[in-house]
């Protein structure tokens, strides 16, 4: 077993945000994806260890920012190598409430989509959270960052609760 | 609600194959990902009427070749738009059967992952299979394909059958 292999898997970089009450959080994430065309069914896979999984829970709803390429490694930074626990990560980032009351990051944004939880699957160190699409707007122009560009262009690494996450 | 937003999430380009007793088959997906770390777990959403989705229900067993950017557009159409009920897709094609007796597509392959199935979500149109990771090999080099890549350079399309398909 070489895994190695799953480097090679390709995903996007987006921001998955949710809410406890009025309380606000969001988390890089590079495992958010379709998996139902009609109707729209999105994806995302979260650890469960991060502020954000708390958040989901407790709501039942995510937004997810497809970020794009030239976003800059400060707001992956930020929202990626940070704790909602120990910094207000919205704090001077330019959002806005969506219908599902989860906050949406604006900047560096292309595209985002908001879901509401339908399904809840454990498994082990992350939830994988399904949520029917309730919202989607295209905001910006420019091609998405891709998960591959992140680590080869801009040499961004990845946090330890990310489900491709590797020791190696 | 915009549902172009969707096609900006980033995927990348797979052969998914599966068993039936001694019969084998496979198909294009675009929505392998690694969802949990340790012990590394992968998933695939595959269609309902699709007949890799029967052979895998059947054998709880997948292989999963991650394709090369210059992989043929005839190779992504044999296993893309064409089912397993009508030719044989495997018929001339260099591959092997794995550890778990999945076989494995090899030409224009970086690299495999093989995967016994743990748990099975139901979301409408689709089945999300979620699988123990349990080989994985790299066996070439290059850049693997990108859904983005294979739409804007390859001018290829989308199967009505995947969860990314869009009428528009």
């Known amino acids: 077993m070489n895994t190695k292999a799953l480097h090679l898997i390709s995903y996007g970089m987006y921001v998955v945000s949710s809410r406890k009450g009025d309380r606000i959080n969001g988390q890089t994430c590079n495992t958010l994806i379709q998996v139902s065309s009609e109707p729209p069914i999105i994806s995302a896979c979260i ?99 891709t998960y591959a560009y992140y680590h080869l262009v801009k040499r961004g690494t990845t946090p330890k609760t990310a489900p491709s996450y590797h020791k190696d």
């Open 47 to 145: 650890n469960k260890g991060n502020l954000t999984h708390e958040y989901i829970e407790d709501s039942g709803v995510f937004s997810a920012s497809i970020l794009a390429q030239d976003t800059p490694l400060n707001v992956i930074g930020r929202f990626g190598f940070k704790s909602g626990r120990d910094v207000d990560k919205f704090d001077g980032v330019n959002y806005k409430l969506g219908e599902t009351q989860a906050p949406i990051v604006l900047d560096n944004t292309l595209a985002y989509l908001e879901a509401k939880v339908i399904k809840r699957v454990d498994v082990g160190t992350h939830t994988i959270f399904i949520g029917e699409l309730v919202a989607s707007e295209v905001i910006g122009e420019g091609e998405p960052m």
